[in-house]
């Protein structure tokens, strides 16, 4: 078969030999520029969590696994302190129950009554352990280098959206179902339904505590979510750029953030369930 280009002039068959020697240029250069996209190390950022396998068609992700794990050591802890108590404290034990006292006396105080302590302590402890040590366990030397199928073995959970989501959920159906125990489903169904042609300023602020109620979920869960999350970007991003000197002062600050933020969740809860269990203003109120 006769080459075409033999037909056309020398200066077009050298014009259309140029542009194939561009050509190949180019899917040279763009085959390099993704190579070496695929061996450069870089800053790895992923919000959503990473999937490692499933199980019964289940997804299972890295922050799942660490939230095995954080329950795995919140219960060997307990089981350990539990083999250690005695009946003459020693300081460490002292230190415990002063604490455990301070904080117990706290909620007592808040919700005015020791037995609503009693059942909501356990609760609210629970739910600062699971948010503090989840926040703490990716500082621990070497977590970060675990890996399974080339992702991450651990990951913080609170950096998903799904955990604190499901800790939010879990808090408010407490509340809600707490107040409809406290002071019944009509007293506690009138603090958000008001008659308007009765009490117009009533129903207004009837739906806005109503609107509020349903917002929480939101609120707690994308609290914890955003700022956990942030802080794990910054330090990837300087420990990326500046490796030896910034990292430890921001991840300091980090640690005292992961307990803020457990607090005030636990906090928050706390103060909802308060909340909840309060009698309903009357009409006068509203009007004063």
């Not at 105080?109 to 366990?137: D, H, Q």
């Amino acid at each position: 078969m006769p080459d075409i280009t033999e037909s056309f002039p020398s200066g077009v068959a050298g014009h259309m030999a140029h542009l194939g020697e561009v050509g190949s240029v180019e899917e040279t250069a763009a085959h390099a520029f993704e190579t070496a996209a695929q061996t450069e190390p870089g800053i790895h950022v992923a919000i959503a969590a990473e999937k490692l396998g499933e199980f019964l068609g289940i997804p299972i992700t890295n922050t799942l696994v660490t939230s095995w794990v954080v329950i795995a050591i919140l219960v060997i802890a307990a089981l350990l302190l539990r083999d250690k108590l005695r009946l003459i404290p020693g300081r460490f034990q002292t230190l415990i129950e002063a604490m455990v006292e301070f904080v117990y006396d706290y909620v007592a105080e808040t919700l005015g009554s020791r037995e609503y302590a009693r059942k909501f302590f356990p609760l609210l402890m629970t739910i600062f352990l699971f948010i503090f040590v989840g926040n703490m366990i990716h500082f621990l030397p070497g977590i970060g280098s675990l890996e399974f199928m080339n992702e991450p073995f651990l990951r913080a959970p609170n950096t998903d959206l799904t955990t604190p989501l499901v800790l939010a959920i879990i808090s408010f159906f407490v509340i809600e179902v707490t107040g409809i125990l406290a002071i019944g489903v009509a007293k506690y169904a009138s603090k958000f339904l008001v008659n308007p042609l009765r009490d117009p300023i009533g129903a207004a602020v009837g739906c806005i505590e109503l609107i509020g109620e349903l917002v929480r979920v939101v609120s707690l869960s994308f609290r914890l979510f955003g700022n956990i999350l942030a802080g794990e970007i910054i330090i990837a991003v300087a420990t990326y750029f500046v490796p030896y000197f910034l990292p430890v002062p921001l991840m300091m600050f980090e640690i005292f953030i992961g307990f803020l933020q457990a607090a005030i969740f636990a906090l928050l809860t706390l103060f909802f369930i308060k909340l909840a269990i309060m009698e309903p203003h009357s009409g006068k109120a509203h009007a004063h």
